[in-house]
């Protein structure tokens, strides 16, 4: 009888098991079989490190977070040096392959320490035609000097005004939400912001 019990049981058990594995099996494919559209739009609702890690779960969606629509490099998502964080914020740009950017967000302690690399990622951001796009780059240490937004993307330089970059200018054009934190911009920047950024809703500026 105890046999018999025993049996059942195991029988049971492998039951169970093979009725997950189908409804696994099912779910995958059925989201798998979604249009690639619907899966970035899906993987852009994430946070950026759980999109970046579908990328494992097969062939099939290695490349599809490469298109997500909303980068956001915060800070919070983990215990990271500033090394490590830069590094980090390249590694995603490098394999990007989106054609244009809804949100781009990066919120961590930097400063004019780090900044032409925050340059390059304003210059990405833009050259993809960012609509909403934050800088928050408050820290801890009030003696650095704050990150100076580029100039040459403004159209301006100390000597008068400079030529624009056509792609930049586009994404200017696109823009209509900018919040800076712990960047200096100027009066002539903010200037050319409000006149050129036709779209722009919302502008929130923030100086140590």
Known sequence: MKLTIDRMRKKMRLTQTKIEEDISDYGEDQISDLPGEILVLMLSR???????????????????WTCISVLNFDAAVGNIGKTNFVNWVYCVLE???GLNIDEFRVNFDLRNKHGSDIDRWVEFALSNRVH???????????YQSNYTFPCQLLGLSSKGPCLR?????????????????????????IEHLLSNCRLLE????HQN
Do not use: H, I
């Not at 946070?47 to 890690?53: C, G, I, K």
């Open 46 to 64: 994430l946070a950026l490190r759980e999109a970046v890690r579908t990328s494992v779960l097969s062939k099939g969606w290695r490349y599809v």
């Open 202 to 205: 919302r502008l929130f500026l």
């Open 95 to 97: 394999q990007y392959k």
């Open 165 to 189: 970059n056509p792609s930049m200018f586009v994404g200017f054009k696109s823009l209509k939400s900018l919040s800076l934190k712990a960047v200096d911009v100027g009066y002539e920047g």
């Open 132 to 142: 909403t796009f934050e800088l928050n780059l408050l820290g801890n240490d009030n």
